[in-house]
Structures are given as C-alpha cells and as structure tokens.
C-alpha cells in the first residue's frame, strides 16, 4: 500500500481502537458522529475507487481531462501538495452518510474500501504513468499521487475531528 494510505490506515484502525458505542455516535448538535465521519470516509474512498477502476478498463487511452483552471490548481495546491485542508465544505451527496450499518461494518467498508482505491490509484499509475487519472469536482484533473495526498488529509482532517468527539466529558467534582 502507498505510504500515505498506509499511515491513513493506521490512523484509522489506532483512533477507533477502543471507540465505545458513546464514541461512536457522540456529535455536537447538528454535526456528523464518529460513525458518520467514518463511513463519509468509505464512501470517498469507494468512490474514487470507482472513477479510477472505470477509467483503467474503458480503454488504453489515458482518461479524458481538461486542462486545470487557475483556481484548481490553487485549491489543489493548499489541500493536496500542502495538506491544509479547510472546514465547512459541503461534501457531494454521493458521499453523504446513510447511518445503516453499525460502526464496526462502517470500518470493515471503509478500510476494504481504502485498499481498493489504493489498487486501483496503482492500476492507473501503471498503466498511464504520473498523469492525471481523474477529475475531482472540486480540485481539477489530478494524479494517482495527488489522490493519495488529498484522501490522506482528508481524512486526517476527519480523524482529528472523531478523536475530539470521542473525549469524555469531565465529571463535575
């Protein structure tokens, strides 16, 4: 597995080690659980799974991607080269978590869902070399690399947000 992946994977399995059913489903009003975050994640990485995995059999010819306009290229260099990735964004209804599965089906999918992106991220790379391999909707045309780098700090950016959610609220004395 690529090594950011790899370290997304570990960052993943060492933040919900022992995540109780409180951990899993604690969220400030009107924000995602801990579970919810998680299978945002899955869906991300199966998602991009998908794109890559479609492109790699239509053909021998790399995939059809315009050109970058200025404002991806900027937003694709502070997220995917410098790994500052912003709050508040609206994530893609495909995307979006349904909350119907448990947490623990939540992190067997997204974890399967990590490792078949990363094939096929290594398919395409193969096959097409460190061209774009697909458009995001947001970031522009982008490289096996620069999907690895932008779902690492994604999902850092998430795993952050589950380890504060997780904390306990202190007793009162």
Same mark, same amino acid.
């Given at each position: 597995?690529?090594?950011?992946? =790899?370290?997304l994977?570990?960052? @993943?399995?060492?933040?919900?080690?022992?995540?109780?059913d409180? =951990? &899993?489903?604690?969220?400030p009003a009107?924000r &995602?659980?801990?579970?919810? @975050?998680l299978e945002?994640?899955?869906?991300?990485y199966?998602?991009?799974?998908k794109?890559?995995?479609?492109?790699?059999?239509?053909?021998?010819?790399? !995939? !059809? +991607?315009?050109?970058?306009t200025?404002k991806?290229? @900027?937003?694709? /260099?502070? +997220?995917?080269e410098l790994?500052?990735?912003?709050?508040?964004?609206q $994530?893609q209804?495909?995307?979006?978590?349904?909350?119907e599965?448990?947490p623990?089906?939540?992190?067997q999918r997204t974890l399967?869902s990590?490792?078949r992106? =990363?094939a096929?991220? =290594? $398919?395409?790379e %193969?096959? &097409?070399? %460190?061209g774009?391999v697909a458009?995001?909707?947001?970031?522009?045309?982008?490289?096996? #690399?620069?999907w690895r #780098?932008?779902?690492y700090?994604?999902?850092?950016h998430h @795993? /952050?947000?589950m380890l504060k959610? $997780?904390? #306990?609220?202190?007793k009162?004395a």
């Open positions: 597995m690529d090594a950011y992946l =790899d370290r994977r570990s960052e @993943i399995t060492r933040a919900t080690l022992e995540f109780s409180a =951990d &899993w489903r604690r969220a009107g &995602w659980s801990s579970a919810q @975050i945002h994640l899955g869906r991300t199966g998602t991009t799974a794109m890559v995995e479609l492109a790699v059999s239509a053909s021998g010819a790399p !995939p !059809p +991607v315009r050109p970058a200025l991806e290229l @900027i937003a694709r /260099l502070v +997220v995917a790994g500052l990735f912003p709050s508040g964004m $994530s209804p495909v995307v979006l978590p349904t909350g599965v448990t623990e089906q939540v992190l399967a990590l490792e992106m =990363d096929a991220l =290594d $398919s395409a %193969r096959r &097409w070399g %460190r774009s458009m995001h909707k947001v970031l522009g045309p982008m490289s096996a #690399r620069q #780098r932008f779902h700090f994604h999902g850092h @795993i /952050l947000q959610r $997780s904390r #306990r609220p202190k009162k």
